[in-house]
């Protein structure tokens, strides 16, 4: 559907991020949804375009955080808040266990007026307690990871974000095709202005050519530390896996860190002085630190199976920098999908998962286990020089039935998980990974090549400004670098010299194709 554009006050800025679509519950609908239609807002199928609204009450004020913008900059301008209702309900209304895999079922969706409603995302503060440390910390609708969206491939997924913080945010859709949607995609001030706080924003995209696990998380500063959540891609209506069906599946585990510090805290310091960010204080699954942590025991995840049977686990990997090892002691575990894209099923014991990444997973439980409870473990992977979070997290793995007694976090089989730094498993593990390249799902790679481009991606270091003492190795600032070339942030953001058509001095045309060295 195209959405139409409205002049306002904030015309230009609805120009160079998103057209506005206010809902108005007392005007004559300009669209009217039949049951089963699959395109739905938040909460009100009825939609028009209001003459007027009034301006927003002026946001909080920002964090130091928050870099300053330019006095002219567009994203100095809040949108206005758009009155939607704010039901929070799931993406899903299939009534087979599909939708019980979702979370609860609202009432509204089992009626059959709609297949897709909205999402409302409420990110605000909220008190957390890991490790014996208690903090106020970022949060969607108070949950730590956030929430689960459920959609079906070709499904168009409305989101709404209001920011009830004194950081501006804004989300990214990780791994999602933006296909002509760019304005969805959610990196701040590169698609969109940052929602500030007191302002809304509305994400609107269409899920196209994908199926399997992705997930959305905050793409400003850290705050994706603790802002972050599964986003769940079912095949469309009628269509199967192209593996044996599971018994049943499992909740979505997400891997993440916790620090014991403010995090905006940490990489506003290692900005400044150049250094390594501070290290997290642990790993997590969803959230939970587990046993190997001091005071964590009763901050254990648990996931509770049945002897012979065969479940579908899907993993993300929300760490910020980390690669990791994640194994079940005594089982293996067989690769059907990743990053939304159906692969060769293999198998493996242990597996690498790199910042940002998703699998899908077929773990088949004993049909007689040695053990009632079985560790899940993770710990980084690291080849390069530099700090890191050496430490193993532990969740649990629990057969039914079992006693209360026999489900203590200690003393458990843990799965023997490669060195920090073993190469060669990740290499092996890797060269694993092929295409499905079936005639459903075939690999469609270009056979002719138009241009050649070599791109190298490395952690290297600049030298210290004259009037600034720096923390990096001997003095130096470190700097992360594409064919040698670091980041130089312009004077003008790219979204406000997009929205005005002038790029000279932000875009240019000189970025070499290839490093200035051989690169082994």
Not at 85 to 108: K, L
Not at 238 to 267: C, H, Q, S
Request: glycine content about 6%; proline content about 11%.
């Amino acid at each position: 559907m195209m959405i139409p554009y409205i002049e306002s006050p904030y015309s230009f800025l609805a120009k160079c991020t998103t057209s506005l679509l206010l809902p108005s519950a007392t005007t004559k609908p300009v669209q009217k949804l039949r049951p089963g239609s699959r395109t739905a807002w938040a909460g009100h199928p009825k939609w028009a375009l209001p003459v007027a609204y009034e301006m927003p009450a002026p946001p909080p004020p920002h964090a130091a955080s928050s870099p300053p913008l330019p006095s002219s900059s567009p994203c100095r301008r809040s949108p206005p808040a758009l009155p939607v209702t704010t039901r929070s309900m799931y993406i899903s209304n299939e009534h087979d266990r599909y939708t019980y895999m979702a979370g609860r079922v609202d009432p509204f969706l089992m009626c059959g007026c709609i297949d897709v409603s909205g999402r409302v995302l409420q990110v605000q503060m909220t008190n957390v307690t890991r490790l014996c440390v208690t903090k106020s910390i970022p949060t969607v609708n108070g949950q730590f990871p956030g929430p689960k969206l459920v959609v079906r491939e070709g499904d168009r997924l409305v989101v709404k974000v209001h920011n009830h913080m004194n950081y501006n945010v804004s989300f990214h859709w990780h791994g999602i095709l933006q296909l002509r949607n760019g304005w969805a995609d959610g990196p701040s001030y590169i698609t969109q202005c940052p929602i500030q706080g007191g302002g809304s924003y509305v994400y609107d995209f269409t899920v196209t050519g994908q199926r399997g696990t992705l997930w959305w998380h905050a793409h400003f500063s850290w705050l994706r530390v603790h802002l972050y959540g599964p986003l769940v891609i079912l095949p469309k209506r009628g269509e199967g896996f192209p593996f044996p069906r599971p018994y049943k599946e499992l909740p979505p585990i997400m891997f993440g860190e916790w620090f014991n510090a403010d995090t905006e805290a940490v990489i506003n310091q290692a900005l400044q002085t150049g250094a390594g960010p501070n290290i997290s204080d642990a790993y997590t699954f969803n959230g939970l630190p587990g046993p190997t942590y001091n005071c964590s025991s009763k901050d254990t995840y648990k996931v509770k199976v049945q002897p012979g049977r065969t479940y579908l686990l899907r993993l993300i990997n929300s760490a910020l920098n980390d690669e990791l090892f994640f194994g079940i002691a005594n089982h293996t575990l067989t690769v059907v999908e990743a990053d939304a894209n159906y692969v060769k099923p293999f198998t493996a014991k242990t597996l690498v998962i790199s910042p940002g990444q998703t699998m899908n997973l077929l773990l088949t439980t004993a049909p007689n286990p040695g053990s009632p409870v079985y560790a899940m473990a993770i710990a980084p992977y690291t080849n390069t020089q530099g700090t890191f979070d050496n430490t193993t997290a532990v969740a649990v793995l629990e057969y039914a039935p079992t006693r209360a007694s026999a489900t203590g976090n200690n003393n458990l089989p843990l799965p023997p998980l490669p060195r920090y730094n073993d190469t060669n498993a990740v290499a092996n593990f890797s060269s694993k990974f092929r295409s499905l390249a079936t005639a459903r799902y075939p690999a469609r790679v270009p056979r002719a090549v138009d241009r050649h481009v070599l791109f190298t991606v490395g952690l290297g270091t600049d030298p210290c400004p004259s009037n600034q003492t720096c923390q990096g190795p001997n003095g130096t600032k470190f700097a992360a670098s594409i064919n040698n070339n670091s980041f130089v942030r312009p004077r003008v953001a790219l979204l406000e010299a997009h929205c005005q058509r002038r790029y000279a001095g932000v875009l240019m045309a000189n970025f070499p194709t290839a490093p200035p060295h051989p690169f082994n």
